[in-house]
T-cell receptor, first 115, second 113 residues
Framework: ETGVTQSPTHLIKTRGQQVTLRCSSQ?????VSWYQQALGQGPQFIFQ???????GRGNFPPRFSGLQFPNYSSELNVNALELDDSALYLC??????????????FGPGTRLTVT | AQSVSQHNHHVILSEAASLELGCNYS??????LFWYVQYPGQHLQLLLK??????LVKGIKGFEAEFIKSKFSFNLRKPSVQWSDTAEYFC???????????FGQGTTLQVKP
């Protein structure tokens, strides 16, 4: 069983630039969620994708957007980067069926630094 | 707004001591409850979960947690900690059928050998 993988591991960007982070879900999972974790804090929910559509969104501005592909992998895009966007970005995958969503399994994260 | 509160931010114990980490949440409807652990240099791992049924749930590595609905609590316990339990522990709540996990701020556990 392949776990959740994310790329890249680390990334340094300049304020105002755009970034794309990638996530491959665990095999057998069809749902992907994205979280932002600032230093010393718990993860904050950005959004979730199920069946290639956004299925819930947290308190993040529209410059945070995403995609889910037919193979259930996902991208997180952030436009017009701000210094406060510096954080660890976590992807989590899960199975959603008729009974609802099961537990989420997390990847190792992408550390984004905005200078 | 829904929130999750972890009372202890930093806990230091000696090996073989008993552990209890507090977690309270603010949502009154149907919830799913989780504890995740992050060992040094590793990613978040699921420790245990509660969806329904027996409110006392057992997880990996000897951990257990009790869901007390009337107290909106889901405290994590372990009778005897080991040095290898040194890690950061996060309580998380998912309300109803939403995909949103709400995390607490985390508790850093340091176990002295």
């Amino acid at each position: 069983e392949t776990g959740v993988t994310q790329s890249p591991t680390h990334l340094i960007k300049t304020r105002g630039q755009q970034v794309t982070l990638r996530c491959s879900s665990q095999s057998g999972h069809n749902t992907v969620s994205w979280y932002q974790q600032a230093l010393g804090q718990g993860p904050q929910f950005i959004f979730q994708y199920y069946r290639e559509e956004e299925n819930g969104r947290g308190n993040f501005p529209p410059r945070f957007s995403g995609l889910q592909f037919p193979n259930y992998s996902s991208e997180l895009n952030v436009n017009a980067l701000e210094l406060d966007d510096s954080a660890l970005y976590l992807c989590a995958s899960s199975w959603t069926g008729l009974a609802g969503e099961f537990e989420q399994y997390f990847g190792p994260g992408t550390r984004l630094t905005v200078t | 707004a829904q929130s999750v509160s972890q009372h202890n931010h930093h806990v230091i114990l000696s090996e073989a001591a008993s552990l209890e980490l507090g977690c309270n949440y603010s949502y009154g409807g149907t919830v799913n409850l989780f504890w995740y652990v992050q060992y040094p240099g590793q990613h978040l791992q699921l420790l245990l979960k509660y969806f329904s049924g027996d409110p006392l749930v057992k997880g990996i590595k000897g951990f257990e947690a009790e869901f007390i609905k009337s107290k909106f609590s889901f405290n994590l316990r372990k009778p005897s900690v080991q040095w290898s339990d040194t890690a950061e522990y996060f309580c998380a709540v998912k309300q109803g059928n939403t995909g949103k996990l709400i995390f607490g701020q985390g508790t850093t556990l340091q176990v002295k050998p």
